[in-house]
């Protein structure tokens, strides 16, 4: 019986390549964004301080997961006056959706 490795040929991998999808994971693997991109699919879009408020979370916090949901690209903003709206960026909707489910 031989019990050594065959090699095969396959394409060389790019690490570089999976940043993006890393970022993506990143953004979702906290509590905090979890709420706030649950809350931002139940409500549509929404004024950060309206996620304070929902969160019940200083607001240092909250802007600090919003930017890294927004870096992410997973949520988009508007920003009206002296407020900035987010909403979710219609291209992470059906992951959003599915990670949420897993709450049950």
């Known amino acids: 019986m031989d019990d050594s490795c065959t090699i095969k040929e396959i394409r060389q991998i790019n690490i570089s390549d999976y940043e993006h999808i890393e970022s993506i994971m990143k953004a979702f693997s906290n509590k905090i964004r979890l709420a706030i ?3 931002l699919v139940k409500n549509g879009q929404l004024c950060a301080c309206e996620l304070e408020i929902a969160t019940n979370l200083p607001q240092p916090t909250v802007t600090l997961n919003l930017h890294r949901l927004y870096y992410a690209g997973i949520l988009k903003k508007m920003e009206k006056s002296k407020y900035t709206y ?3 960026n219609e291209k992470f909707l059906s992951i959003i959706n599915s990670v949420l489910s897993i709450k049950g």
Do not use: H, V
């Open 37 to 39: 991109l649950d809350a």
């Open 86 to 88: 987010f909403s979710i």
